[in-house]
């Protein structure tokens, strides 16, 4: 099916720059949106930005402004550029992949999706 590999998470200070990297393999002509998704300790999963096929995109309103998100579909990876760091934004990280219902022979679920091993983001202050 497909596959996330993560990278370019690490411990910077606040006001720092990261940018994440998600690339896809598999079936990648069956990925329809892709986004990103945070957790903090204590805390549930968060949607922070999500981006269509069509390159439309969505970001969580704490982030406006700071993070952009992109995808790169030559290259099957979708990226997560995050500027001006605060602590408030330490988190485990991960990209995910939403299919296409109907594709390549498979017939995927409604709640079927497809998500990376998480990369951490530290943040001090």
């Known amino acids: 099916q497909v596959q996330l590999v993560e990278s370019g998470g690490g411990l910077v200070p606040a006001g720092d720059s990261l940018r994440l990297s998600c690339a896809a393999s598999?079936?990648?002509?069956?990925?329809?949106?892709m986004g990103w998704y945070r957790q903090s300790p204590g805390k549930e999963r968060e949607l922070v930005a999500r981006?269509?096929?069509?390159?439309?995109?969505y970001y969580k309103n704490s982030v406006k402004g700071r993070f952009t998100i992109s995808r790169d579909n030559a290259k099957n990876t979708v990226y997560l550029q995050m500027n001006n760091l605060k602590p408030e934004d330490t988190a485990v990280y991960y990209c995910?992949?939403?299919?296409?219902?109907?594709?390549?022979?498979?017939?995927?679920?409604?709640?079927?999706?497809?998500w990376g091993q998480g990369s951490q983001v530290t943040v001090s202050s």
């Open positions: 981006i269509t096929s069509a390159e439309n995109t």
């Open positions: 598999g079936d990648t002509v069956c990925i329809s949106t």
């Open positions: 995910n992949a939403e299919p296409i219902r109907v594709c390549q022979g498979y017939v995927f679920g409604d709640r079927v999706v497809f």
